[in-house]
């Protein structure tokens, strides 16, 4: 195992430490999170993040192709020979000026990220590397995880494609988008479907994993965050290394902006970038747990104290009103985050906020992102709806640089998309009115016609042609 590297415990009043050998999946002494810690005087740190560059045209080595691993001395736990690869993130940042300027924007401000072009259409394939990674490292046989979609399918991809684990995947009964159900079938993953929400797939493989030899590889492996922590890199490579103003992200489980917020503060640390972008962390009004707890309960990072008595209040009432989380993004569609200490971290080091946006504001912004070339899954849909809000309330300036991560492909849920397009009421009346969704400004939908040319070119509106 690599000597300058360890697990650690977050609370600082704990401080415990483990060694990279051992599976766990929070602290044995206290029950925090853990998370990844280098001696980075001990790591060969490229002098500036321009050096990562020259990886590039050694593309044909696995490791350098890797959109993770071309970046591994910012995530050095894992000796070479044990990296689990199968070409993730081939992602850049795409400029934006349609979408801009529909948000009040200046040309060359607004940037996407499109983490759905990831081997198995998500964000996950970032962490999941290094969760296998780990995996690998420590021998595992058979893995788990619980999912909302994504994480079941990517990792159901690395066990079928590296065949060094089997896997089993747990997901809530009928709270699974079908394309992402899909994949976890069709790549060979044991799937679970549990008569219960996210969090009740998510608690119950966590209590499996503790008593069975399964290794766990939800976001609270903290190995998985150390991969997430690359979207950043890229981000920052596709705007030549400079710094955005704002990093705009959707919130479910937390992973992701909590893996975001390391990032930052590590760079920072070794003098790679000079400052630190702020993160706005935008959760479904549907799920907003974590916008209500900053936002309406003051909770924060607090140096490492978060007040634990005012979630566990909050939780408790969450019980007795018998609230579950209910967004048509369904990748978000969860009541407690499991990185919530985390995040506040997050939201600390970059000075972020938090909003939530109705059901309704993110189908029209996932249809608005999709019309100006990136298909979206409704989650994606959070960030722009999010952007608007903060233009609104003037948070974010019409000249800020601002970047959103669209966590996943538009192919994840095509059910909706499909509803939001269509004039077929009663699947409108299906999909979308329960949630809220009433309009649809951004539709574009399909047109039924007879099986005959002359019906065709009237509905094209073209001209009969006269046969002479
Ligand atoms: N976007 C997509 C497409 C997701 O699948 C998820 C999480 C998120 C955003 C939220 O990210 O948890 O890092 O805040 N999906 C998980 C899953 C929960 O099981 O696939 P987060």
Redesign the pocket.
């Given at each position: 195992m690599m000597s300058h590297a360890h697990q650690a415990c977050l609370n600082p009043h704990c401080g415990s430490t483990f060694d990279l050998g051992q599976i766990l999946t929070g602290c044995p002494d206290c029950g925090s999170l853990l998370d990844i810690r280098y001696d980075w005087d001990q790591v060969a740190v490229p002098g500036s993040l321009k050096e990562f560059e020259a990886r590039w045209s050694n593309r044909r080595q696995p490791l350098d192709f890797s959109g993770v691993w071309r970046f591994r001395e910012l995530l050095p736990f894992a000796p070479a020979e044990k990296i689990v690869t199968i070409g993730e993130g081939q992602t850049i940042l795409q400029q934006n000026d349609r979408l801009a300027q529909q948000l009040g924007m200046n040309p060359g401000r607004l940037f996407l990220q499109y983490e759905g072009l990831n081997p198995s259409g998500?964000?996950?394939d970032n962490g999941m590397t290094a969760a296998s990674t780990h995996a690998h490292m420590v021998g595992a046989k058979m893995t788990a995880c619980?999912?909302?979609?994504?994480?079941?399918a990517s990792l159901a991809i690395y066990a079928g494609v590296s065949g060094l684990f089997q896997c089993v995947v747990f997901v809530g009964s009928g709270k699974i988008a079908y394309g992402k159900l899909s994949q976890a079938l069709d790549y060979g993953a044991r799937t679970l479907q549990i008569r219960g929400d996210?969090d009740d797939a998510l608690a119950r493989v966590r209590e499996i994993c503790e008593q069975h030899p399964i290794y766990l590889c939800n976001?609270v492996n903290p190995f998985r965050l150390e991969g997430q922590k690359t979207i950043m890199l890229r981000v920052l490579e596709g705007l030549g290394w400079e710094v955005p103003d704002w990093i705009v992200v959707?919130?479910?489980?937390?992973?992701?902006?909590s893996a975001f917020g390391k990032a930052f503060a590590e760079l920072k640390h070794l003098g790679l970038i000079d400052r630190v972008p702020r993160l706005a962390i935008i959760n479904a009004s549907g799920a907003h747990t974590l916008e209500q707890l900053v936002n309406e309960k003051g909770l924060a990072w607090n140096s490492g104290d978060p007040d634990k008595a005012t979630v566990g209040d909050y939780y408790d009432l969450m019980d007795e009103h018998n609230e579950r989380a209910n967004t048509l993004a369904s990748?978000?569609e969860?009541n407690r985050p499991v990185n919530l200490e985390k995040a506040l971290r997050a939201i600390s080091v970059c000075d972020g906020v938090v909003r939530s946006v109705a059901d309704q504001e993110i189908v029209d912004a996932r249809a608005m992102i999709a019309a100006a070339g990136f298909g979206c899954?409704p989650?994606?849909g959070a960030t722009i709806a999010g952007v608007r809000r903060l233009r609104e309330e003037g948070l974010i300036g019409s000249e800020d640089r601002v970047a959103c991560v669209l966590?996943?492909h538009q192919l994840k849920d095509p059910d909706l998309t499909v509803a939001y397009h269509s004039t077929d009421e009663s699947l409108r009346a299906k999909k979308l009115t329960p949630n809220g969704v009433t309009e649809t400004p951004h539709a574009n939908p399909p047109v039924q016609v007879d099986n005959d040319v002359d019906a065709i070119l009237e509905a094209l509106e073209l001209q009969v042609a006269s046969v002479s």
């Amino acid at each position: 195992m690599m000597s300058h590297a360890h697990q650690a415990c977050l609370n600082p009043h704990c401080g415990s430490t483990f060694d990279l050998g051992q599976i766990l999946t929070g602290c044995p002494d206290c029950g925090s999170l853990l998370d990844i810690r280098y001696d980075w005087d001990q790591v060969a740190v490229p002098g500036s993040l321009k050096e990562f560059e020259a990886r590039w045209s050694n593309r044909r080595q696995p490791l350098d192709f890797s959109g993770v691993w071309r970046f591994r001395e910012l995530l050095p736990f894992a000796p070479a020979e044990k990296i689990v690869t199968i070409g993730e993130g081939q992602t850049i940042l795409q400029q934006n000026d349609r979408l801009a300027q529909q948000l009040g924007m200046n040309p060359g401000r607004l940037f996407l990220q499109y983490e759905g072009l990831n081997p198995s259409g998500s964000f996950k394939d970032n962490g999941m590397t290094a969760a296998s990674t780990h995996a690998h490292m420590v021998g595992a046989k058979m893995t788990a995880c619980a999912s909302t979609g994504n994480t079941s399918a990517s990792l159901a991809i690395y066990a079928g494609v590296s065949g060094l684990f089997q896997c089993v995947v747990f997901v809530g009964s009928g709270k699974i988008a079908y394309g992402k159900l899909s994949q976890a079938l069709d790549y060979g993953a044991r799937t679970l479907q549990i008569r219960g929400d996210f969090d009740d797939a998510l608690a119950r493989v966590r209590e499996i994993c503790e008593q069975h030899p399964i290794y766990l590889c939800n976001s609270v492996n903290p190995f998985r965050l150390e991969g997430q922590k690359t979207i950043m890199l890229r981000v920052l490579e596709g705007l030549g290394w400079e710094v955005p103003d704002w990093i705009v992200v959707p919130g479910g489980n937390l992973g992701n902006c909590s893996a975001f917020g390391k990032a930052f503060a590590e760079l920072k640390h070794l003098g790679l970038i000079d400052r630190v972008p702020r993160l706005a962390i935008i959760n479904a009004s549907g799920a907003h747990t974590l916008e209500q707890l900053v936002n309406e309960k003051g909770l924060a990072w607090n140096s490492g104290d978060p007040d634990k008595a005012t979630v566990g209040d909050y939780y408790d009432l969450m019980d007795e009103h018998n609230e579950r989380a209910n967004t048509l993004a369904s990748a978000i569609e969860i009541n407690r985050p499991v990185n919530l200490e985390k995040a506040l971290r997050a939201i600390s080091v970059c000075d972020g906020v938090v909003r939530s946006v109705a059901d309704q504001e993110i189908v029209d912004a996932r249809a608005m992102i999709a019309a100006a070339g990136f298909g979206c899954e409704p989650a994606s849909g959070a960030t722009i709806a999010g952007v608007r809000r903060l233009r609104e309330e003037g948070l974010i300036g019409s000249e800020d640089r601002v970047a959103c991560v669209l966590t996943g492909h538009q192919l994840k849920d095509p059910d909706l998309t499909v509803a939001y397009h269509s004039t077929d009421e009663s699947l409108r009346a299906k999909k979308l009115t329960p949630n809220g969704v009433t309009e649809t400004p951004h539709a574009n939908p399909p047109v039924q016609v007879d099986n005959d040319v002359d019906a065709i070119l009237e509905a094209l509106e073209l001209q009969v042609a006269s046969v002479s």
